[in-house]
Each structure stands twice: as structure tokens, then as C-alpha cells.
């Protein structure tokens, strides 16, 4: 799957668009908003979902080699986040849905009908 599918399902804002967004293909999703937990996660071509918009999130996505972050809710995303997202150059997406609809919604677009 492709992050601008999940762009166009979930109707995120991308807030930083990072280093190769087309090409990026999403095998697995992680959804926690514990960093410890996703540490854990032995998985590649990850997209991390997560309703917690702190630099620590960046951070993490970025020692799981993570293609993108998502934060649901529609939490404010602090500036920080952002220029750590943008020097880090981690794909940032930011989307009003509740982090359970927004796994439905990615699990229907990786396993179609």
C-alpha cells in the first residue's frame, strides 16, 4: 500500500513529506501510543499510527526505520515535532479520525474485499 492511499482514505494533511513518499510501500502498521511498545516491533515498511504528538514520536519511528507517522485525533502537533519531523526527514501525517477507525480504514486499504 502507499501513504498517499492512506493520504486519500483517512484525508490526512500531510505535514511533512519526506524522502521518497511516492515510492514508499506499507506493509505493516503499528498503532500505540506507547514508545516503548513500538520499540519492540520487529516488523519493516512500518507506518507508525499514534495519538501521542510529542518529538519522542519522531524520535522512535525513526530507530524502527518506520516510513511514516500519523497522528490521529486530531491532536495539535507541536512546532517541534514538525522541525524534528522536517531535519529527521520523517513523512508526518496528521488526521482527524480516532486512532481505531483510522486502523479499520488502513486494514481494509492493505486487504481489500
Known sequence: MKLEAV???LKCQVIHRGGNFD???IRNVVASD???D???VDKDHLLLVTSLPSDQTIRTS???GAHAVL???NK???ASMVALAQE???TLMQSAVSKFDACVMIGKLMNPP
Open 88 to 90: 529527521m526527514d520523517v
Open 76 to 78: 495539535t502537533l507541536p
Open 23 to 25: 515510492s514508499k510501500d
Open 38 to 40: 513500538v520499540l519492540v
Open 71 to 73: 497522528v490521529v485525533n
Open 62 to 64: 525513526d530507530i524502527v
Open 34 to 36: 506507547l514508545m516503548s
Open 7 to 9: 493520504v486519500g482514505a
